[in-house]
């Protein structure tokens, strides 16, 4: 899809490719992301304590999506300088938590170009506008697959962190529905028992998932054996 072609973005969408400089240089979303999952959130500007917390969150958990094969790349509605500036406030704050650096690429997006692209202006919020008027980003996140469709959107409000253990479950959730033949119950952890997919017959059942039992007809659940990777 190109970049001078927005569209209103669905689950199943093809995630718009776009050219951006970067805290890690200039990237090519596409080619940057490559094979991996990837996880994009934006931000409504540099030095606000709502995301200085969230991007320091993200550092501390970078090395768990990065053993699921996730990249992560963040967004912000400020200038690259900043952002730069910025790192700093946030690794300083991050620390007394034990979070790592920030070693994840952050995109400087103040024309809101990228997000325009992307549909994450707060458009319908008079109060959420920078100096000139122009609105700033929600706290949206797309979760992106190997075949860069987008698989999850959440949009939170400027004012309310986002919960990044609840992504990282959702990451959890999308790849093993990928690879085996389940979906996830509400409030599903790994390790928990899993739904078998509606496609799949009882025959099937039988020799995918021994162990399933049949709460309601429609409702099979099973331990899920997967050996390690």
């Known amino acids: 899809m190109a970049e001078s072609e927005p569209v ?3 689950l199943g969408s093809i995630a718009p490719d776009f050219k951006a400089d970067t805290t890690q240089g200039p990237v090519k979303f596409h080619e940057w992301a490559g094979d991996s999952w990837v996880i994009f959130f934006s931000h409504p500007a540099d030095f606000t304590p709502v995301c200085t917390t969230e991007l320091g969150e993200v550092a501390r958990l970078a090395p768990k999506f990065a053993e699921r094969g996730v990249k992560l ?4 509605a400020s200038p690259l300088p900043d952002h730069v500036k910025w790192i700093q406030d946030i690794q300083e704050y991050g620390a007394q938590f034990g979070r790592t650096s ?3 690429p952050i995109i400087a997006d103040p024309s809101r170009r990228i997000s325009t692209l992307y549909d ?13 008027g122009i609105p700033f980003t929600v706290r949206t996140v797309f979760v992106i697959d190997p075949k860069k469709v987008i698989r ?3 949009s939170y409000p400027a004012s309310t962190g986002r919960n990044f253990d609840e992504i990282l479950r959702a990451i ?7 690879k085996h ?13 899993v739904i078998v997919h509606p496609g799949v017959s009882n025959d099937e059942a039988k020799t995918l998932f021994p162990e399933f039992r049949s709460e309601l007809p429609y409702l099979r659940l099973t331990p899920l054996n997967v ?3």
């Open 8 to 10: 209103r973005l669905r």
């Open 73 to 76: 790349i963040g967004l912000s």
């Open 102 to 104: 920030v070693d994840y």
């Open 120 to 132: 994450m202006l707060d458009a319908l919020d008079e109060t959420n506008v920078d100096a000139k």
């Open 152 to 154: 999850l959107m959440l």
């Open 172 to 178: 959890d959730s999308l790849q093993l529905g990928d």
């Open 181 to 193: 033949r389940i979906t996830t119950p509400v409030n599903w952890r790994p390790g928990q028992d």
């Open 227 to 229: 050996p390690p990777s």
